[in-house]
Nanobody, 125 residues
């Protein structure tokens, strides 16, 4: 199973970006699809997750600005990021798992079995 992110780039504060993650390889139907991010010198942190029933979860700092969604038919999920801030600058990783074990808001990276390679998002002031 291979997860491939796309859509990163350099934008200005207040702009929008849309990240996508696509699954390739064997047939794979994850129950939880998520996005994490890692800024320079910081630990990887949870951004958003979507469950199989389309329930969504967000870290507080992105609520109201980011929207996660999934397309089960295409085995793809996206992260729409609006009103971007310089603090959103990070490498963004998509992640997925069939069976999750961790915190109830799906924010534990240890709970995800599959990871993409990451895509850089840079927000200039």
């Amino acid at each position: 199973v291979l997860l491939v992110e796309s859509g990163g780039g350099l934008v200005q504060a207040g702009d929008s970006l849309r990240l996508s993650c696509t699954v390739s390889g064997r047939t794979f139907s994850p129950y939880i699809m998520g996005w994490f991010r890692q800024a320079p010198g910081k630990e990887r942190e949870f951004a958003a997750a979507v469950r199989g029933d389309d329930s969504t979860y967000y870290t507080e700092s992105v609520k109201g600005r980011f929207t996660i969604s999934r397309d089960n038919a295409k085995n793809t999920w996206t992260l729409q990021m609006n009103s971007l801030k310089p603090d959103d600058t990070a490498v963004y990783y998509c992640a997925a798992t069939i069976s999750y074990s961790g915190s109830g808001d799906y924010s534990s990276p240890e709970g995800y079995s599959y990871w993409g390679q990451g895509t850089q998002v840079t927000v200039s002031p």
